[in-house]
């Protein structure tokens, strides 16, 4: 499969660095950033092609898929103009910022008959893989709970550097969004459906955002189960993210995997594979759009104090 990247930030770079690397499967055609001279940089670095910018990059016949690695609040419309330019779109966590343009994503992916996928690369990691097999096989009985905690921390100059880090319009929100998506994709990947969130937030160790820096809140799931779940670039310096599910007959804690490449890969494997087979990656926009739902309650609960509906049901499920 042929790809582009657009997007040749910080992690925008990892993406193509990887591709670069996936072997005979998988080359990495050109790169675009709506600044050229990174595109250069990288394109350089890489071997590669540097197209001026997105929508250059997606007229390339060349290209089959496009991986996208730009800030939240453009998603939308970076993934739907590569859809409807033809491609296949692997898109970076969250899926977007709001359901209306998450819905947007889903109506051309629908429309266009592309495949979609959507990063979360730690279900890809073999201890995450071992824990769904045994949830998935009632290994841990009736499900009663579950974690997702992620506290780290990120200094002053990790939201002055990125302008649009700390913005409620682009970024749409701070370490939940942003860092505690993955973990709560994970839970909601091991607990199934959920139906309501309670949450508390706060900006307690930065300046100068519009979003949280901590989040503590709560969901309870449709099967019942009740999880905990922290998100938080405020605490120095930094604990493992800890991801749990707990059963009446069993519990499981997975460890977070060290090498995050290996999974990244995986989930191109995974993504690859899709495409060439006709079937749904193991992460795409349902799943996307039910994490960014989850989120999205998480913090109307925390701005009006009340506990919030997570959403009926996807209305493309
Ligand atoms: N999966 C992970 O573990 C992981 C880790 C870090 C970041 N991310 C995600 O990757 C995405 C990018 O984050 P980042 O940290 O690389 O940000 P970044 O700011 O370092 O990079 C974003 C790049 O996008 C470019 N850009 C902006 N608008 C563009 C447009 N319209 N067309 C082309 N390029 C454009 C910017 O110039 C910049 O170079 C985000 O969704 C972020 O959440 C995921």
Redesign the pocket.
């Known amino acids: 499969m042929r790809f582009g990247v657009?997007?040749?930030?910080?992690?925008?770079?990892?993406h193509a660095e990887l591709i670069a690397s996936l072997g005979p499967r998988a080359r990495l055609v050109a790169v675009?950033?709506?600044?050229p001279e990174?595109?250069a940089a990288l394109a350089a670095r890489l071997g590669c092609a540097a197209s001026p910018?997105?929508a250059a990059l997606c007229d390339r016949p060349d290209v089959d898929a496009v991986t996208v690695?730009?800030?939240?609040g453009?998603?939308a419309?970076?993934v739907v103009a590569a859809l409807e330019a033809g491609k296949h779109v692997l898109?970076?966590?969250?899926l977007e910022i709001d359901l209306a343009a998450a819905d947007r994503i889903i109506a051309a992916e629908r429309r266009t008959g592309r495949v979609v996928g959507v990063?979360?690369?730690r279900r890809f990691e073999p201890a995450a893989l071992a824990a769904r097999a045994r949830v998935s096989g009632g290994e841990l009985g009736r499900l009663t709970g579950g974690a997702a905690h992620t506290v780290a921390w990120r200094g002053q100059d990790y939201y002055d550097a990125?302008p649009?880090?700390g913005s409620a319009k682009v970024e749409g929100g701070g370490a939940l969004i942003?860092l505690g998506v993955?973990a709560l994709d994970l839970l909601i990947w091991l607990l199934g459906r959920p139906v309501e969130a309670q949450a508390q937030s706060g900006c307690l160790a930065h300046e100068r955002i519009e979003v949280e820096d901590t989040l503590v809140g709560s969901v309870r799931f449709a099967s019942g189960a009740i999880a905990g779940v922290t998100a938080t670039t405020a605490a120095c310096p930094g604990l493992p993210t800890r991801v749990a599910v707990y059963g009446d007959r069993g519990s499981v804690e997975i460890p977070v995997d060290p090498d995050?490449r290996a999974a990244?890969r995986a989930q191109y494997r995974d993504f690859t594979a899709a495409v060439t087979d006709g079937r749904p990656p193991l992460v795409g926009t349902a799943a996307g759009r039910r994490v960014l739902a989850t989120v999205l309650a998480l913090y109307e609960s925390a701005r009006t104090g009340r506990t919030v509906p997570v959403p009926e049901e996807d209305p493309w499920t």
Request: aromatic share 6%; net charge negative; charged share 20%.
């Open positions: 657009i997007g040749c930030g910080s992690y925008g770079s990892v675009a950033d709506a600044v990174r595109a910018d997105a690695s730009v800030p939240h453009l998603h419309e970076t898109v970076e966590k969250p990063m979360s690369q990125t649009w880090r942003t993955h995050e990244v």
